[in-house]
């Protein structure tokens, strides 16, 4: 998960300011000295953590926070406030013409994944009411042009090629032109790239833009180079002039420096993280006060509620919440509830977005919604007659043992299971419903909360 090892040093800095009715300046440095490091071992430049660090104690050390009740908290709102000024301050959204065709161009270094971004923006844009096309502009990468067609058949958008053309400002226009006789309102262009940078890739990105003067100019960067992603981008605006950035692979990044270094290094901000390898849902806006949210362990409830509504069928969350508002919860239910959360990716991703649930983050670092635990646990409902499945109380041994047999486990992995169950019921029942709801949001995610006790 993104930023973990950097949310973990600063959760642990602050853990020694917790309970203390008073900081004196030797507190705030020692717990300064221990984000410094943090940052630092996130691979964020050392420019930046400097700076970072240097606010982070100048307010730090004013009033608010020796006469506050609480200063613990005022530190953390702090530092909240700076990190989110760090990763750009406020959302910047890919700019659109409000008068006729946009065009996007997505540039960058070869393996950053900007082929399947431009897929997943294009079907992004699509869901949004938007008509995309995608142009081939490609003409070097092996299969690039078979990929980029591929993943538009995938994501049901048409995609410009020219099969027989080797000039990608051609193509470019060609496909602007295509684009407004079929209807389109999007062109996204998918530009070659290279391992590295030089001038013949700069020279042919150049001359795409003052062909066919995108509206928007993104760079597509690999999350997990860390600040090599930073070099390219000061390389990439120094030499064509971009307007944003695109981070792929922020899933995959522990460390996160990348997105905490980018915009104060070249100006530019990032505007959509790639989340993940699915076409659906795997690339989202940029929020730079939710993502310190997430790094704080303080929470996105926002993002949490809007990939629910995306994703989930609300008429069976509805359903669950009424049940679990019963105290009516039953494995039948759970089932259903898991099976929706699937949808949503990872669940250390969810939980991330969930105010204080990083403390389940050493027990479900290693689960797979999709993996061979989670499917384990569907096979052991799956094995139960209806009424076990609505009341785990009737189970005895000799049922228990048909239910492994039934479902390839061994029987303790079903004791394992029932036990948590009802303790996760329990810890249901102590919730307050509602908090996470919103008008037009689902309430509550049919009770998600209690769903890691499950994997321990």
Not at 252 to 259: F, L, N, T, V
Request: charged fraction near 30%; charge should be positive.
């Amino acid at each position: 998960m993104a930023f973990e090892s950097l949310g973990d040093k600063l959760q642990a800095a602050f853990k020694d300011l917790r309970g203390k009715g008073k900081l004196s300046e030797s507190d705030i440095d020692a717990a300064l000295r221990e984000v410094r490091r943090g940052l630092l071992e996130a691979d964020v430049n050392f420019k930046v953590a400097k700076d970072f660090i240097s606010h982070v104690r100048e307010k730090a050390l004013g009033s608010d926070v020796f006469g506050s009740l609480k200063p613990d908290q005022t530190v953390i709102k702090i530092v909240r406030d700076e990190l989110t000024d760090l990763l750009g301050g406020t959302q910047s959204k890919i700019t659109l013409s409000s008068t006729g065709m946009t065009v996007i161009m997505l540039v960058g270094l070869q393996g950053a994944g900007k082929t399947t971004t431009a897929g997943k923006l294009a079907l992004m844009m699509k869901k949004r009411g938007k008509h995309p096309l995608l142009a081939a502009c490609d003409v070097y990468r092996p299969a690039a042009v078979e990929q980029l067609r591929v993943l538009g058949e995938q994501v049901g958008v048409p995609v410009y090629t020219m099969p027989d053309n080797t000039d990608p400002v051609k193509i470019a226009s060609c496909a602007i032109d295509s684009a407004r006789t079929h209807g389109a309102d999007i062109v996204i262009l998918d530009t070659a790239g290279r391992l590295t940078i030089d001038e013949k890739l700069m020279e042919e990105l150049r001359n795409i833009k003052s062909g066919v003067k995108p509206h928007e100019i993104l760079l597509v960067l690999d999350s997990m180079t860390g600040q090599d992603a930073v070099t390219t981008a000061k390389a990439f605006d120094d030499s064509l002039g971009i307007d944003g950035t695109i981070l792929t692979k922020l899933d995959g990044d522990a460390r996160g420096g990348a997105a905490l270094s980018i915009k104060s290094v070249t100006g530019k901000p990032i505007k959509m993280v790639g989340v993940s390898e699915k076409l659906d849902g795997g690339l989202e806006d940029f929020y730079p006060d939710r993502m310190a949210g997430r790094i704080l362990d303080l929470g996105d409830l926002e993002s949490l509620i809007e990939q629910a509504q995306r994703t989930m069928d609300e008429d069976t969350v509805k359903e669950g919440m009424k049940r679990l508002q019963k105290g009516e919860f039953s494995l039948e239910d759970f089932l259903k509830q898991l099976k929706q959360i699937q949808k949503m990716g990872s669940m250390s991703g969810i939980l991330g977005m969930i105010p204080g649930m990083g403390k389940y983050k050493e027990q479900l670092k290693n689960i797979d919604l999709d993996g061979k635990e989670v499917k384990h646990i569907e096979a052991i409902i799956l094995s139960m007659t209806p009424q076990e499945r609505q009341n785990v109380d009737v189970l005895n041994g000799s049922r228990r043992k048909r239910i492994a047999d039934g479902a390839g486990v061994q029987i303790q992995e079903v004791n394992r299971m029932m036990k948590q169950f009802k303790e996760m019921q329990k810890q249901m029942k102590k919730m307050k419903i509602g908090k996470m709801r919103k008008p037009g949001g689902f309430g509550g995610f049919g009770g998600m909360g209690g769903f890691p006790g499950l994997f321990r």
